[in-house]
């Protein structure tokens, strides 16, 4: 198989207390309750508040198109008795061995370890065979910034991102992580 079709197949990736899969039409009624949620859209550069109509089906089928630069992954908890869906973790090819990382997770299960276990998982999987990997967290959100010093991401500085939801440029931390 050559890498572009290794990178087309998006592959699941076992997480410890949940699976990291790629995400399937069934997911859009969770994906959809939990970014219409102000604060999880806020904590994101891409998802707007209100949700549009059909925004979150046209999400999906981008993640599964096979031009996408951007593998999305559900955090699946089924097999733990936990949701199907309680969030999602990206990569986005920014150039061959570079890829951005980003995350979020439903307001209930905030504070659980579940972004931390997602992200190193990943990290772990190297799915892109990255590098290096770069991420941002909101300065206003230092949780997001604890999940990725765990994950041995590097504080490079400061800078700005648009939010979407929130209709302005936010500070945030940026960081990076050499793989290998």
């Known amino acids: 198989m050559s890498d572009a079709e290794m990178l087309t ?3 699941s990736i076992p997480a410890g207390r949940f699976l990291l899969r790629p995400l399937r039409k069934s997911d859009v009624g969770l994906i959809a309750h939990y970014t219409a949620d102000r604060r999880v859209s806020e904590g994101t550069r891409a998802i707007p508040h209100p949700l549009p109509p ?13 031009d996408r630069t951007e593998d999305v992954w559900a955090i699946d908890g089924s097999e733990s008795g936990l949701g199907e869906l309680v969030g999602v973790v990206s990569l986005t090819r920014i150039v061959p061995d570079q890829s951005e990382l980003g995350f979020w997770i439903g307001p209930g299960f905030w504070n659980t370890g579940f972004a931390t ?11 892109h ?5 770069f991420a941002e967290a909101f300065q206003d959100n ?3 910034a604890r999940v990725l010093t765990h994950a041995g991401f590097e504080y490079l500085g400061n800078a700005e991102s648009w939010s979407v939801a929130r209709n302005a440029l936010v500070p945030t931390w940026t960081y990076l992580r050499p793989m290998g």
């Open 54 to 66: 059909g925004a979150t089906e046209a999400y999906v089928a981008r993640a599964a198109a096979s």
């Open 9 to 11: 197949q998006q592959a």
């Open 129 to 133: 065979k990255s590098r290096t990997l």
């Open 117 to 127: 276990e997602a992200v190193q998982a990943l990290i772990a999987a190297n799915p």
């Open 142 to 144: 230092p949780g997001s």
